[in-house]
């Protein structure tokens, strides 16, 4: 695997350190001003303080949603949260620092006629820079690690890998971003701690020189590595061709047909694609699609009339694609192309022995026992109106337990034992890879989900090209073959890319 992605290693590993450096030297700049502020009095300190450590209190994917609708996806929200996160440390040890300064030596420093400006620079300074340093040795830390959490907004980093393993339930992948994330960390740790020991007064030179080298060798030799590797497996493209910005959502299915839409816009126009693929969910990939973060996305016309339209979701799937492609022109300018050709309907799936046991068919069958069941839901499921909030209230479902669980774990949860519902896409390959049964919605209470690419209406004014290429895909698709695509990638193991360009191959497109 190494080998295979080593290009896309290095150039995940050089976004990921530019989000933590970035933010760190930032929190470094503010910080240290916030931690020489506190001196001023109690309660200027209290204040600082008591905000720096509100800050650490808020859960980091809480923090870079927030941030969303002020400053879109990609790296901008991700740099402002995590310097947020690393300010504590330094703010705090800032102030330590500089009040462990001997009194005895302000008051000579007051003796000798000194500025305030100068004793900074030249007494309390001394004092404080090891403090400081263990601060940002901290801050540092900190933000690699939290910098993992940004690939769910789209900035990049080494946590596209943890994301795409935990979306395709793919252990190596997510430990191919996990590893290389916890070394980055102990190497600017050790950077850092190195250039700590050299500001003590009493160090052993000889030692933290060679600490130093041994530490230069280390990174010239990765980075070499890397680049090596990179040059056997990259490729370039045409720096003047057009550029567009590919995006999906946090599951297979979507990965799969991002890949397929951006590997057509390569192979058949020659195009620039930049993929921002497994964004965290509908509001996410919305929101940069009309911010022109993105050009395209595939989207569903139930998710889009229930989570963006607020809409009840006609029943009728030929009024319901009306609504959707008319409503989103008039208010946002964007464009559905036709219809791939299926829908991914929403379902309640349960283990098909346990169906059988229990005589359950449809899910009114399944509302009698509810209440010694365990659901397993994704976050999405459980907050959508047309998901189990609305069919909560139509079955008068009453599950003993329900838990959020990440898509891709979700299937191997009801699978293992873990959970006895999940909410199914009823086009996921895993439903008879591991023996699941469909209830039926008999109550029809989901809307149609109709798969459509949605673009940009300026992105494709300005290319009418690439609207009539990626119209060749309507129709292609229908249920069956999209089940079969999914299982090749969470039943097979194989690769979105691979599976995507294998049916694109087959069926002429490219």
């Avoid at 502020?37 to 994917?61: K, M, Y």
């Avoid at 404080?128 to 263990?134: D, K, R, S």
């Avoid at 080494?158 to 590893?179: C, P």
């Avoid at 996921?428 to 109709?450: K, M, T």
Wanted: charged share 20%.
């Amino acid at each position: 695997m190494l080998h295979e992605r080593a290009g896309e290693l290095s150039h995940r590993l050089v976004e990921h350190l530019v989000l933590s450096l970035s933010a760190t030297l930032i929190a470094v700049v503010i910080g240290v001003s916030m931690g020489m502020l506190a001196l001023r009095s109690r309660h200027v300190r209290d204040t600082i303080l008591g905000f720096a450590s509100i800050v650490q209190t808020v859960p980091s994917l809480a923090m870079l949603t927030f941030l969303l609708p002020f400053f879109g996806i990609g790296t901008k929200p991700a740099i402002i949260a995590l310097t947020l996160y690393a300010l504590l440390p330094i703010v705090r040890n800032t102030y330590s620092g500089l009040s462990e300064v001997p009194r005895a030596m302000l008051e000579m420093a007051d003796a000798l006629g000194m500025t305030r400006t100068q004793r900074m620079l030249w007494i309390e300074a001394r004092f404080a820079i090891p403090f400081v340093l263990a601060g940002v040795r901290t801050a540092a830390v900190v933000s690699v690690g939290i910098a993992t959490l940004s690939a769910f907004i789209g900035a990049g980093g080494l946590g596209v890998f943890i994301n795409r393993g935990l979306a395709l339930n793919n252990t190596d992948l997510v430990l191919f971003g996990a590893i290389p994330a916890g070394l980055l960390a102990l190497y600017l740790d050790g950077c850092l701690a190195t250039v700590e020991g050299f500001l003590k007064p009493l160090r052993n030179t000889r030692r933290l020189l060679a600490q130093a080298v041994g530490l230069l060798l280390i990174g010239i030799t990765s980075a070499a590595g890397l680049s090596t590797m990179s040059d056997s497996s990259g490729s370039v493209g045409d720096a003047d061709a057009p550029r567009v910005v590919v995006g999906s959502k946090n599951f297979t299915e979507q990965l799969i047909l991002g890949q397929m839409v951006a590997v057509l816009l390569e192979e058949r126009l020659g195009y620039r694609v930049e993929r921002r693929l497994n964004l965290a969910g509908t509001a996410v990939c919305h929101e940069a699609l009309t911010k022109g973060e993105i050009d395209l996305y595939v989207e569903y016309t139930g998710t889009a009339l229930a989570s963006v339209l607020q809409q009840d979701p006609p029943r009728e799937p030929d009024e319901a694609w009306r609504v959707a492609k008319d409503e989103y022109a008039q208010r946002f300018d964007l464009v559905w192309l036709p219809r791939l050709g299926f829908a991914n309907t929403y379902a309640l799936a349960v283990r098909k022995r346990d169906a059988q046991a229990n005589g359950w068919t449809a899910v009114s069958d399944l509302a009698r026992d509810a209440d010694r069941l365990r659901a397993g839901f994704t976050s999405e499921f459980l907050e959508r109106d047309d998901g189990f909030p609305g069919l909560r209230r139509r079955y008068g479902l009453r599950f003993a337990s329900v838990v959020d669980m990440d898509p891709g774990l979700m299937y191997d949860a009801a699978r293992t034992g873990q959970v006895d519902v999940i909410s199914a896409f009823s086009t996921d390959g895993r439903i008879a890879a591991f023996d699941l049964f469909v209830l039926d919605d008999d109550l029809r209470f989901f809307p149609p989900y109709d798969a459509g690419i949605v673009a940009r209406g300026e992105f494709l004014r300005g290319h009418p090209e690439a609207r009539a290429l990626l119209e060749e895909l309507s129709g292609r698709l229908d249920e069956e073959a999209m089940r079969r695509l999914n299982h090749a990638v969470d039943g097979e193991g194989r690769a979105p890319i691979e599976v995507a360009r294998e049916f694109l191959v087959a069926r002429g497109l490219i």
